[in-house]
Structure formats: C-alpha cells, structure tokens
C-alpha cells in the first residue's frame, strides 16, 4: 500500500504542475484571441474548468497529508509561458495554439486515466474528483478536435482579407 499511495503522490503531483501549464497556456492565448470569440469563449470556459481540477488536485494531496510539488509547478509554467511567447509571435498563432492545446488536452486525459487506475490501489475516495476532470479534459479535446477546421477556415479568411 506504501508503494501505491507514493506513485500516487508523484502522479498526483505531476498532474498538478502539468494543469498549472495549462492554466498558464490558457491565460496567455484568452488574453489574445479577442479575433476568433467562439475559440475565446471556449478556452474561458475551459480555464475555469482548470482552476477547478486544481483545486481538486490540490485536494487529493492534502487527503494524504502533502502538497504539490512547487519546483514542478513553476518549472511547467515557465514552459507554458516561453510557448505562449513564441506562438505569439507567429503569424499562425492560432493554429499553432489549437496544436498545442489537442495535443494537451489528450496528455491530460492518459494522465487523468492513469491516476485513476492508481487510485483504485491507494485511494479509492479520489476516483470520483478525477473522473470530474477527466470528463472535462474529454469533452475539451472533442472541442478542439471538433474545431480544427473552423478555426483554420477563419484563420484563412483573415490572412485573406489582410492580404
């Protein structure tokens, strides 16, 4: 049991610094999207969502008498910070930002299964916090995944109309 309660620590850990990222990508692309309102909205949404599941994370841990890792936390959120910068930069931004956030959305979703499958050997009162965030993180990606097109459509219609 000492085992599984420790690796369910460090996953929990990691999934804290891993949402703290995504907390921080999400604040930066909500800041400049203003150009593509539905997209804004949904990643308003989804921020929201964020702080949520870490304050669930958040916790978890304090159940088993720790906390998040804060070296890890900072560490991703700088990360964050740098690819915001550098998306920013480009012409495509929004499209490098959608990417991005697919490709996110589906590490937060193995990452919510795997601490579920920890949590059945070392906390079984946790399953029901992280199912919440894994639906959350599912239907984002279905979100995103659903979108690709229509936010390349309207990224193509502005290149267009600048042109």
């Excluded at 930066?28 to 964020?50: F, I, N």
């Excluded at 994370?57 to 936390?73: A, G």
């Excluded at 499209?95 to 937060?108: I, P, R």
Aim: charged share 25%; net charge negative; hydrophobic share 40%.
């Amino acid at each position: 049991m000492t085992e599984a309660r420790e690796l369910f620590i460090t996953g929990l850990r990691n999934a804290h610094a891993m949402e703290n990222q995504a907390h921080e990508m999400l604040e930066r692309q909500v800041e400049r999207m203003d150009e593509y309102p539905e997209l804004k909205a949904r990643l308003s949404e989804h921020l929201q969502e964020t702080k949520s599941q870490l304050k669930r994370l958040e916790q978890c841990l304090s159940n088993l008498d720790t906390s998040p890792s804060t070296f890890k936390d900072k560490t991703l959120a700088l990360g964050a910070n740098m690819a915001a910068m550098g998306h920013a930069m480009a012409s495509d931004e929004v499209l490098k930002n959608t990417f991005a956030n697919l490709g996110l959305e589906a590490y937060e979703i193995a990452a919510y299964k795997s601490l579920i499958k920890m949590a059945e050997a070392a906390n079984p009162g946790a399953i029901e916090s992280l199912t919440l965030s894994l639906r959350e993180e599912e239907r984002m990606a279905d979100w995103v995944a659903n979108n690709v097109d229509l936010i390349t459509a309207q990224y193509m219609q502005r290149e267009r109309a600048a042109a």
